[in-house]
């Protein structure tokens, strides 16, 4: 997660699609029981499941974009 962005309660424009949100933290809440690297960014991002912004979401897209660089752990997420 980059150390300069803030994320803040009530930041910017509300999200479009709260559970897609919800659902996709969750997935990767559990992931973090093998990948103790995300664990941290994973409890950030946790903070906002009652009222996700979309800079929430761009948070959590770059946690993924994170996960799928990394060598020999891809990942493969359905979002319905």
Avoid at 11 to 34: C, I
């Amino acid at each position: 997660m980059d150390p300069n962005v803030k994320l803040l309660l009530s930041q910017g424009e509300p999200f479009s699609d709260p559970e897609k949100y919800r659902r996709l933290v969750g997935k990767l809440n559990y992931l973090t029981v093998t990948r103790p690297d995300i664990s941290f960014v994973v409890s950030v991002v946790s903070q906002f499941l009652n009222s996700p912004c979309v800079d929430h979401w761009n948070a959590v897209i770059h946690i993924l974009k994170y996960i799928n660089g990394s060598p020999g752990k891809r990942l493969v997420i359905w979002l319905q």
